[in-house]
C-alpha cells in the first residue's frame, strides 16, 4: 500500500488551465467547479437537465450548457480548449459511451473522476485534508465541522454535498491551511486520499453494486483509515473493523452522556454528528472543546436534512434504514406521534438491498405514502420495485396505514391536509431532478 500519494503531474499553470465538468449540477461535481473556479482555473461544464443549482454556479461565472452532445463540447472545444475533462464515477457505469467522455479521448484531452483534480488542488496549495467518512451522516457531520471551523475564525477550503445556509457547498480560501471534505466511500473514491486527519460517522453496509460482502465494505473503511494520519470513530464502529486504540485511532464513547447534556440540537443523530465534529475540529485545530460546544449548538442546519418547505412539511435525505431511523425519531421529538411520512426510495438496486428491513421501518408513523423510486445507476437485472411491490413488503401494522401516491394535485392535497391539521409531514427523497424533493419545491414555493 502506498503511503503517500501518487505524483500528480504538473502541466499548466492553474490560472491557465480549462477544466471542463461533465455532469456539473451533481452534488459532488458542482462544489469542485465552485473550488476550481475560485483556485483560479478557467471552468465549463455540462448537464442533462436545468435546474435551480445550475443558475447558482452561472451567477459564479461558469459557462454552463444542458445537454450533453459530442458536438456542444467540439464547438467549445475549438474555441477554448479543454484540458481536463473531469467526470462523475457514475457517468462510465451509465453510459460508456458517453459522447462528451467519448470525444475527449478520441481528442487526447485528460479524463478523469473528480479526486484526481481535487488532489492536485490540495497539494498544489499544501493543505491539510480532513476527512468526513462513513455510511451515514457524512455530509451533515462535514456541514458542521465547516460551521466551526468559521465561527473559530479559521479559514478553511472545503466540498460538502448540500447547500449550506451559512455558505457555498463548495469553496477554496487561498488563507486556509486544511481543506475539509465529505469523503464518499461510493466507487471507492475516499481511497484516493491521504487525509491528515479522518473521522468515520458511523458503519452500516452499503453500495452492494461496489462492495459485494459486508467484509469488503469493512475493509475498504480499514483502508481508509490506514492511509489517514489519525482518524476518530466510534468505539463500536472500530470494533466491527478489528481495530484497536493507538495513536492513530481514537475511540469515542456513543453513550457518553454529555453527547446529550451538552449538545442542545433537536435528535439523537444530529447530536451524535455534533459531538464528532466537535472532537474532529478540537483535534485539528487545538481550540477548546467547550468553546467548540457553544458554537455547536447555534448550527443552522442544512439543506435537505429535515429542511422546513413549508410550516409542517420537511424534506430529508435519510435513505438508507440508520438514517430513516435517525430522522424519525427527529420527527417524533418534534411532533410526537403525528408523523406522516411520504417516501422515495433512492435507487432500485439499494430497495432490494433494504427490503427486509423496510417491513417495519415505517411501524410507528400515523400515515405512509409510498411514491415512485429515484432511479440512476441501477441494476438492470433487478426486478423494479413500485411502489404497490413495496407496500407488499411490509408488515401488517404499516399496511394498514398505508398507501401508493404519485408526484400529484392528489397527493400536494394529502400534505395540505395533514400539515393544515398540525401532523408533521417528513418527505423522505432523493433530490435531484425529477425528484420528490424537487416536486415539493416547485409545489409549494408560495
Known amino acids: 500500500m502506498l503511503s503517500q500519494p501518487p505524483p500528480i503531474v504538473k502541466t499548466d499553470k492553474l490560472r491557465v488551465m480549462h477544466i471542463y465538468f461533465s455532469g456539473i449540477g451533481g452534488a459532488a461535481i458542482g462544489p469542485l467547479a465552485l473550488i476550481a473556479k475560485q483556485a483560479g482555473y478557467e471552468v465549463s461544464g455540462s448537464d442533462a437537465k436545468d435546474s435551480k443549482y445550475l443558475d447558482e454556479l452561472r451567477r459564479a461565472g461558469i459557462d454552463i450548457h444542458v445537454g450533453q452532445t459530442k458536438d456542444q463540447i467540439a464547438d467549445l472545444h475549438s474555441k477554448k480548449p479543454v484540458d481536463w475533462f473531469v467526470y462523475s464515477s457514475a457517468l462510465p457505469k451509465t453510459d460508456p459511451d458517453h459522447p462528451e467522455l467519448r470525444f475527449c479521448e478520441e481528442n487526447k484531452i485528460r479524463t478523469s473522476k473528480r479526486d484526481e483534480l481535487l488532489n492536485r488542488i490540495i497539494q498544489d496549495n499544501d493543505l491539510k485534508l480532513i476527512a468526513v467518512a462513513g455510511t451515514h451522516g457524512k455530509t451533515t457531520t ?159 442546519g442544512l439543506s435537505r436534512r429535515f429542511e422546513e418547505i413549508i410550516p409542517n412539511v420537511y424534506t430529508d435525505y435519510a435513505h438508507t434504514p440508520p438514517k430513516i431511523r435517525g430522522a424519525l425519531q427527529l420527527a417524533r ?19 432490494h438491498f433494504i427490503k427486509e428491513e423496510l417491513a417495519n421501518l415505517f411501524d410507528d408513523v400515523k400515515s405512509l405514502y409510498i411514491v415512485p423510486s429515484y432511479l440512476a445507476r441501477e441494476n438492470e437485472d433487478l426486478e423494479l420495485l413500485t411502489p404497490e411491490k413495496l407496500l407488499d413488503l411490509l408488515s401488517n401494522l404499516s399496511k394498514d396505514k398505508a398507501r401508493v401516491a404519485r408526484l400529484d394535485d392528489e397527493l400536494k392535497d394529502a400534505i395540505r391536509h395533514h400539515a393544515d391539521n398540525g401532523d408533521l409531514v417528513l418527505c423522505l427523497s432523493a433530490g435531484g431532478a425529477g425528484s420528490l424533493d424537487e416536486w415539493l419545491r416547485a409545489e409549494f414555493k408560495d
Open 142 to 300: 462535514t456541514a458542521m465541522v465547516i460551521w466551526l471551523f468559521k465561527q473559530a475564525g479559521i479559514p478553511a477550503s472545503y466540498s460538502v454535498g448540500a447547500k449550506l445556509p451559512f455558505g457555498e457547498p463548495g469553496v477554496f480560501d487561498p488563507k486556509s491551511g486544511h481543506f475539509i471534505y465529505e469523503a464518499d466511500e461510493y466507487d471507492r473514491n475516499f481511497l484516493s486520499f491521504y487525509p491528515a486527519i479522518g473521522i468515520i460517522t458511523g458503519l452500516d453496509w452499503d453500495h452492494p453494486d461496489i462492495y459485494e460482502t459486508r467484509e469488503a465494505y469493512g475493509q475498504a473503511f480499514v483502508e481508509f483509515i490506514d492511509q489517514c494520519e489519525k482518524t476518530l470513530l466510534w468505539r463500536e464502529d472500530a470494533e466491527k473493523l478489528g481495530l484497536e486504540q493507538s495513536d492513530k485511532i481514537q475511540m469515542m464513547d456513543s453513550q457518553n452522556p454529555a453527547i446529550n447534556h451538552d449538545i442542545k440540537l433537536a435528535g439523537r443523530v444530529n447530536r451524535a454528528n455534533a459531538w464528532q465534529a466537535v472532537q474532529l475540529t478540537a483535534s485539528a485545530t487545538g481550540q477548546p472543546a467547550d468553546k467548540l460546544v457553544g458554537f455547536m449548538n447555534q448550527f443552522p
Open 333 to 351: 421529538e418534534v411532533a410526537g406521534d403525528k408523523v406522516v411520512v411520504i417516501y422515495e426510495g433512492l435507487h432500485n438496486t439499494r430497495q
